[in-house]
Nanobody, 121 residues
Framework: QVQLVESGGGLVQNGASLRLSCAASGRTFSSYAMGWFRQAPGKEREFVAA????????IYADSVKGRFTISRDNAKSTVYLQMNSLKPEDTAVYYCAGYSSGFYTTTPAYWGQGTQVTVSS
């Protein structure tokens, strides 16, 4: 089975930076698109960012565009989310997601357990 394990979450100040990591196992990581979603208290899970298997194509939610960067290191089977200029509204549980093909779609096939990101005001 595919396993995705997030790390790097924590409590930071408004305007700070944080990098999340997601380590994947159970399949050939380099063949699949990866992404990040988040869920704030009382809200539905929302899309944050995704990238293709090659890492050459990326897509971001409008709310994080210009502040967040998704990247991957296929040799390490790891996907990252670099978050800069963090705002209190970024506070959420962040989930790593794996897709079933090399290109991202609206529905990931696999999910990590989530890591909490809290941005103080």
């Amino acid at each position: 089975q595919v396993q995705l394990v997030e790390s790097g979450g924590g409590l930071v100040q408004n305007g700070a930076s944080l990098r999340l990591s997601c380590a994947a196992s159970g399949r050939t990581f380099s063949s699949y698109a990866m992404g990040w979603f988040r869920q704030a208290p009382g809200k539905e899970r929302e899309f944050v960012a995704a990238l293709t298997a090659s890492g050459l194509a990326r897509i971001y939610a409008d709310s994080v565009k210009g502040r967040f960067t998704i990247s991957r290191d296929n040799a390490k089977s790891t996907v990252y989310l670099q978050m800069n200029s963090l705002k209190p509204e970024d506070t959420a549980v962040y989930y790593c997601a794996g897709y079933s093909s090399g290109f991202y779609t609206t529905t990931p096939a696999y999910w990590g357990q989530g890591t909490q990101v809290t941005v103080s005001s």
